[in-house]
């Protein structure tokens, strides 16, 4: 048997979020199809870096699977973008040693997210930025609230309260914002994320630039570690799951 690792790109709009669900169409469902379909086998399952909920997009969602089967790396990239519908691409493809994990080889997550300045919110950008109308944020303020949030803490004020695990504390270790023509777009990387973290962390941040709260406020409310301190999750449209990281050693073959 040999391990594959495949880079995944997805636009979330019509999906159920990533993970498979009985009766809902989920981005792992229309993978395992495409992969039990060329192994003519039901038993082949795919494992990704971690699940994203319905809406949500990623340009680099990283998934293994194990095969018995000898394609080239560039046949199994094109097999299975044949059978996936287009709003999944499988953007590169390598064999992998046989330690490695998707979920927990994984170093580091780099998400994006994504606000809109434009004076009418185009009928074509509408599932993939949050508009923020004629409104404009403050951002120097929410850039400075961003700094509070940087470097290892218990992240239990900015995590969904159905978050399963009880250890919640995760590393931020770049958090920036930037204006970039008509989007305002916030960057974020870390050793890993909580259950709607990423999307908290980006409401919070709006909140301050609207000036709801003050900057220095991020830091009581995270010592808090209170969800009902913080502010509302930002939508789920406005979130890319954009890179996975991976030690060297662990992609080796």
Same mark, same amino acid.
């Given at each position: ?65 194990? *095969?018995?089967?000898? $394609?080239?790396? &560039? =046949?199994?990239?094109?097999? %299975? ?5 287009? @709003? ?82 995760? *590393?931020?270790?770049? $958090?920036?914002? &930037? =204006?970039?023509?008509?989007? %305002? ?5 870390? @050793? ?62």
């Amino acid at each position: 048997m040999g391990r594959v690792k495949a880079v995944v790109a997805y636009d979330g709009t019509n999906f159920s979020g990533y993970q498979s669900q009985p009766g809902m169409r989920t981005v792992q469902s229309e993978i395992d199809k495409a992969l039990v379909k060329i192994h003519k086998d039901k038993s082949v399952h795919s494992v990704a870096s971690g699940r994203t909920d319905a809406g949500v997009h990623a340009n680099g969602q990283v998934i293994h699977f194990d *095969t018995p089967l000898t $394609l080239k790396e &560039e =046949r199994w990239q094109m097999a %299975l973008n044949v059978l996936l519908p287009t @709003d999944i691409r499988i953007v590169n493809v390598c064999y992998v040693d046989e330690n490695f994990h998707a979920r927990y080889s994984a170093t580091g997550k780099t998400y994006i997210f994504k606000w809109s300045y434009a004076s009418v919110h185009s009928p074509f950008e509408r599932n993939y930025s949050v508009h923020l109308g004629k409104w404009r944020p403050d951002v120097e303020k929410m850039k400075e609230a961003a700094k509070y949030l940087i470097g290892t803490y218990d992240f239990t004020s900015f995590c969904s309260a159905k978050t399963a695990t009880s250890n919640r504390v995760r *590393t931020v270790r770049l $958090l920036t914002l &930037e =204006r970039h023509d008509d989007e %305002l777009i916030m960057t974020i990387e870390g @050793d890993g994320f909580l259950y709607n973290m990423v999307r908290t962390i980006a409401g919070m941040l709006l909140a301050v630039g609207k000036g709801w709260h003050q900057p220095e406020e991020v830091k009581e409310i995270l010592a808090l570690k209170d969800r009902q301190a913080a502010s509302k999750t930002a939508p789920a449209h406005g979130l890319y799951l954009e890179n996975v990281t991976y030690d060297h050693d662990n992609l080796s073959k």
